[in-house]
């Protein structure tokens, strides 16, 4: 029916291109959503963040301390690269970030690339350890991950490229974009709903809402279990599915279990079998004796 909620079926057969703002994009782009495994608009719900950051647990650089293991959100004010005295020489590039209460120098060793991926005016997160030089705070090779202009307590951080330029927050809108074409006739929930309230579940579309859109991290943490559990039950079912499409077309070999073998091994135990032994022994015996395999 066509107001029925969207099955996973359904969205797999929506292309990306069906986005408007990946539509008129370029073939390079296609190609390299293509090479992530992302080609229809399931594909694109179904690649999420590779991580997600509570701004929550930001620090000012004004209060940062030596020794501090810290996340900063900061716009790079300038940066340029120069290199080393020795042998070999050694490229450095060093940008200058602030978040309005202060500056932080930036090192990065060996890292030419920075100088390209972090213009000036380029907001980004960067995390590692504070120390200083010359009166000066600073971190050196900390992990960086570009957020563009994204607000909001919890950022959803996605892959990225340089070649063609796809940036964490392009892939964050086309995600935005597929859930919104969503939202008339809702995602179906595959599972019966006392199943759902016994395993303490949400509903399938609440889970790929708060992956992607999430207000608190205990939202990130229900949808991930969710969408974890979509996982192995589809693991399983695609295991159960082979086994029985085995049973139907193969033949195994039926031994004969009527011999006195297992009598006299069982005989010999030193103690008595439980009921729930004496009955896994039987359906051992049972699927031994069975003509699949």
């Known amino acids: 029916m066509a107001d029925e909620p969207l099955t996973y079926a359904d969205l797999a057969g929506f292309p990306v291109t069906s986005i408007a703002a990946l539509a008129a994009k370029s073939s390079a782009v296609h ?9 229809s608009v399931l594909d694109l719900l179904t690649t999420y963040p590779r991580r997600h950051i509570d701004r929550s647990r930001e620090q000012s650089i004004r209060d940062l301390l030596p020794d501090d293991q810290a996340m900063v959100v900061a716009t790079v004010a300038r940066i340029s690269s120069r290199r ?19 500056y932080l ?11 390209r991926q972090l213009p000036p005016g380029t907001q980004a997160v960067f995390f590692g350890k504070v120390d200083t030089f010359q009166g000066r705070k600073q971190m050196s090779n900390p992990v960086v991950d570009l957020i563009g202009d994204q607000t909001g307590r919890i950022i959803a951080l996605y892959p990225q490229s340089d070649k063609p330029r796809i940036g964490s927050n392009d892939v964050e809108a086309w995600v935005h974009s ?12 595959p599972l019966p709903p006392d199943i759902v309230r016994r395993l303490g579940l949400v509903h399938r579309s609440d889970a790929l809402w708060h992956i992607h859109r999430p207000e608190t991290m205990r939202q990130i943490d229900t949808a991930r279990r969710r969408l974890v559990f979509d996982e192995l039950l589809r693991v399983q079912l695609a295991l159960v599915l082979r086994k029985r499409a085995l049973e139907r077309t193969a033949r195994g070999i039926e031994h004969d279990t009527s011999g006195e073998l297992v009598g006299r091994f069982l005989d010999a135990l030193a103690f008595p079998l439980t009921g729930a032994q004496q009955r896994v022994i039987g359906e051992i015996a049972a699927d031994l004796g069975g003509p699949h395999p």
């Open 178 to 189: 597929a859930l919104a074409k969503t939202e008339r006739r809702g995602i179906a929930e």
């Open 105 to 115: 120098r930036i090192n990065f060793f060996n890292q030419g690339w920075r100088e």
């Open 31 to 39: 190609d390299k959503l293509a090479e992530w495994g992302i080609e």
């Open 84 to 102: 080393t005295r020795g042998r070999p020489p050694k490229v450095l590039v060093t940008a200058e970030v602030g978040d309005g209460s202060g």
